[in-house]
């Protein structure tokens, strides 16, 4: 006769081996999606509150598997992680970021207005030359390095922050601009951001969503963009759905703003024509 509680072990063991099978058929499906260029970038405008006017597009990846279910990248960016699909599937990105950039210079016939942003997983960071791979994705481009935007979270400073500073130098160097991604989300002590070289901070949308109905969540993004003004960093507020969010922020003195009150991410050519009605 079984109890109860082995009964439940029981379970959880199968879930866990459910877990393992599933994440490794989908990580076969993955690395077959990278080899056959079935992954997707879109892109979500991010706006200057204080004009409106799109400054950049942040680029987001998209899968959809053979059996067209689409998966979404908080789902399948961990699994990449874990298995060191991140390496050509974050090469991919920064290329294909690169490419679509240079494309829409050449549709706008110059310089069409507007940066982009890419993000860059703490692995990747850890595994691959990103600033060579960035250096290259440019000059194949023809793209000045003030054109693109890197993403990275507190974590990618976790475990080697002084390789890591050495990447965001060299970043720099090509004259890339550094945001903090999911900014205020992390563990790591404050102290980095007086030693490294990030221009903005990207709020987290945790703290976004809800604040105007919570005194604590708007106390937090005032300690954000105070800190920030003190450092000399820009601020982005990301998951604005709301009109009455985005005008409290611009009043606020947050400098750009992201989320579904301008625009979901959109595929690369809804994209561009969006930007070509708005500027
Ligand atoms: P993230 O970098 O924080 O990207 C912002 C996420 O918020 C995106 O989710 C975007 O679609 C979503 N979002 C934007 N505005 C709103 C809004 O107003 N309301 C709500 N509810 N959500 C909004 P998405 O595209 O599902 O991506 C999730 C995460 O996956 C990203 O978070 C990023 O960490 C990761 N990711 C996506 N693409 C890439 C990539 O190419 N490389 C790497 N390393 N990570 C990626
Ligand atoms: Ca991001
Ligand atoms: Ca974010
Ligand atoms: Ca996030």
């Known amino acids: 006769r079984r109890s109860k509680v082995s009964g439940k072990a029981e379970s959880y063991q199968m879930q866990a081996f459910d877990i393992a099978r599933e994440q490794f058929s989908m990580e076969t499906a993955l690395r077959r999606a990278i080899e056959n260029g079935d992954m997707r970038l879109t892109y979500q405008p991010i706006c200057d509150l204080s004009t409106g006017r799109i400054v950049a597009f942040e680029s987001l990846a998209r899968w959809t598997d053979e059996d067209g279910r689409p998966h979404s990248p908080d789902t399948f960016i961990p699994v990449a992680e874990e298995s060191g699909l991140i390496v050509p599937l974050g090469r991919w990105a920064i290329d294909e970021a690169a490419r679509t950039l240079a494309a829409w210079d050449a549709r706008a016939g110059g310089d069409c207005g507007v940066k982009f942003a890419v993000n860059l997983s703490a692995i990747q960071l850890q595994r ?22 890197l993403e990275l979270t507190e974590s990618a400073l976790v475990t080697d922050p002084d390789r890591i500073a050495g990447i965001m130098h060299a970043l720099k160097a090509l004259g890339t601009t550094i945001a903090m991604d999911d900014f205020g989300t992390g563990y790591s002590n404050l102290a980095y951001l007086q030693k490294l070289p990030i221009d903005v901070l990207k709020i987290d949308r945790s703290f976004i969503t809800g604040m105007l109905a919570d005194r604590d969540k708007v106390a937090i993004v005032r300690a954000i963009l105070s800190l920030s003004q003190a450092l000399g960093m820009m601020t982005t507020a990301e998951g604005i759905e709301t009109r009455e969010l985005s005008q409290t922020l611009a009043a606020l003195g947050c400098t750009y703003g992201q989320g579904y009150v301008y625009a979901r991410p959109l595929e690369a050519e809804a994209a561009y024509s969006f930007l070509s009605a708005s500027h």
Do not use: M, W
Not at 128 to 149: F, Y
């Open 128 to 149: 691959d030359a990103i600033p060579q791979l960035v250096e290259h994705a440019l000059a194949t481009n023809g793209l000045a390095g003030a054109r693109l935007s």
